[in-house]
């Protein structure tokens, strides 16, 4: 004969209300990964509170992580533009400028056409991207070494070129064509006459 004690362990009672779930797994890479497939469904309504439902958490779990929502735009925009590196180019520097300005369009365009709700962002100046624009700025450095352009000069083309590359990312034309190469080359044209010009 069991115990009273026993028998409790043997048959325990069923408490009313829903099972309790197990708490899913969350980490910042799964934060990161869930955050990124839903601004691609979401666009604009993205919102900490959407992805912590899309995560079957708490959104107050979220903040553990991350500070709020720009703090995670933040991070995922770090994470997608890290191919971005100025210590590993997409060029060499055996290749002429105008070839070297090009492998960095078509990376740089690469990026932004994958996620064009960040250059949505940028555009609005709703997101501080300091750390995409730096790493830009180093790699277009590089593309234009030895063309002799002052300060000013190259500037006014960096800034001709990202204009040029979000705007052709934000009217959806793919990465993969080539036609956008003529641009470029007239924009480092316009460096180049800008040169001889001073």
């Known amino acids: 004969m069991k115990t009273p004690k026993l028998q409790v362990v043997a048959s325990p009672v069923r408490r009313a209300g829903r099972p309790r779930r197990a708490a899913p797994a969350l980490d910042n890479a799964s934060i990161l990964q869930a955050a990124l497939a839903l601004l691609e ?11 912590a439902h899309s995560l079957g958490v708490d959104a107050m779990a979220l903040y553990h992580y991350y500070a ?14 890290a191919a971005l590196d100025p210590c590993q ?18 990376l740089y365009l690469e990026l932004v056409s994958a996620t064009p709700y ?3 962002l940028m555009a609005r100046g709703l997101v501080e991207q300091a750390d995409v624009a730096e790493r830009f700025t180093a790699l277009f450095e590089l593309a234009v070494e ?4 002052d300060k000013k000069t190259r500037l006014r083309g960096r800034d001709a070129l ?3 590359l979000h705007g052709y990312a934000l009217a959806g034309r793919p990465a993969s064509e080539t036609q956008w190469h003529a641009s470029v080359g007239l924009i480092l044209a316009g460096m180049a006459a800008g040169r001889t010009a001073v």
């Not at 709020?68 to 533009?81: D, H, I, V």
């Open 41 to 51: 469904e979401k666009g604009e309504a993205f919102s900490m509170r959407a992805l």
């Open 68 to 81: 709020g929502k720009e703090e995670l735009l933040l991070a995922l925009m770090a994470q997608r533009f």
């Open 89 to 106: 180019p997409p060029f060499t520097q055996r290749q002429g400028p105008q070839r070297r300005l090009l492998a960095l369009c078509a």
């Open 118 to 120: 960040f250059v949505r």
């Open 146 to 149: 030895g063309l002799g352009l």
């Open 162 to 164: 990202v204009d040029f």
